[in-house]
């Protein structure tokens, strides 16, 4: 007599299948959690490059820009103000004239710069040849301003912006949000009879105390951002020296030069951040 076995799975292999259903779905759960990060991670990181250029551009061509005089005009004065300042730790409402009314800082003592430039041409925007921060033009009669500083954003986002005056008066525009911290070192020239050559780098308040915003002849921009989300897989606490950790060290009192991980907010520890820094000449030096 041949004995028939029953169709169909015993309990004992049911529960085996189940297990290696369940193990299946949260290996690939992972793996779909892992790639999710990680192409977070990349946008993330894409953004930072491409919003970090651009604000440098744009402060770059600002500076370049600066203490620029139109000789050829006859509404250009002799003896103008220094056509560069700044500001440590502070930061500017949109609708205040230039930097005369500071506010507190934001994003680690992010700082203040402020350039100025005469247009060229005549109506309200001139003839476009001489543009501020905004984009509008500037004409011959006036100065434009470019000015950069770190505010929050009504989500509480510390963004950069660039201020300006236009013919409406004075405001301001987004350049970059995800701000850690805006940092500026000013070139001086103590040379005397002065050479063009910076001698050495000070922040605004050394500057100021020295009365040498006309003899400003560089600028160090130093610009870290971070992402909108903790994308990062690692936990390694970094820290960022925006000006090299030599300046770090012994410059323990300006604020926002060293900016350590380990002391953020644990929501904002694992988010994707760059360090982009630049170093601009002006090519018009006041004198």
């Known amino acids: 007599m041949i004995a028939v076995r029953p169709n169909g799975w015993g309990m004992v292999e049911f529960l085996i299948a189940v ?13 779909l959690i892992a790639s999710s990060g990680n192409y977070r991670n990349h946008s993330d990181n894409a953004w930072l490059a491409d919003g970090g250029r651009y604000a440098l551009q744009l402060m770059a061509q600002a500076i370049r820009q600066g203490a620029y005089v139109n000789w050829d005009s006859d509404l250009a004065p002799p003896e103008l103000p220094a056509s ?3 500001l440590d730790a502070a930061s500017v409402s949109r609708a205040s004239a230039g930097i005369s009314a500071p506010l507190p800082a934001v994003a680690h003592g992010s700082d203040v710069l402020a350039l100025r430039f005469a247009g060229s041409g005549v109506g309200t925007n001139g003839d476009g040849s001489a543009v501020n921060c905004g984009g509008f033009g500037v004409a011959g009669d006036t100065r434009g301003w470019s000015i950069f500083y770190v505010a929050e954003d009504a989500a509480g986002e510390p963004e950069l912006r660039c201020k300006y005056r236009s013919a409406a008066g004075w ?36 500057v100021r105390a020295l009365d040498g915003w006309k003899r400003v002849c560089s600028i ?24 090299g950790a ?10 926002g030069v060293r900016v350590v991980e380990g002391s953020l907010p644990p929501s904002q520890r694992q988010r994707a951040r760059r360090l982009f820094a630049l170093t601009v000449a002006l090519r018009n030096r006041d004198g």
Not at 246 to 255: I, K, L, M, P
């Open 19 to 31: 297990a290696l259903g369940l193990l299946l779905t949260l290996l690939a759960s992972g793996l």
């Open 84 to 86: 560069v300042d700044g």
């Open 171 to 206: 405001g301001a525009d987004a350049v970059v949000r995800g701000v850690d911290s805006f940092q500026v070192l000013y070139g001086v020239d103590t040379d005397t009879p002065a050479d063009g050559v910076p001698n050495t780098y000070l922040n605004a308040t050394a």
């Open 220 to 243: 160090k921009l130093a610009l870290l951002l971070h992402g909108e989300y903790n994308t990062r897989a690692d936990t390694v606490e970094s820290r960022y020296d925006l000006f």
């Open 246 to 255: 030599t300046y770090s060290d012994a410059h323990a009192d300006d604020e």
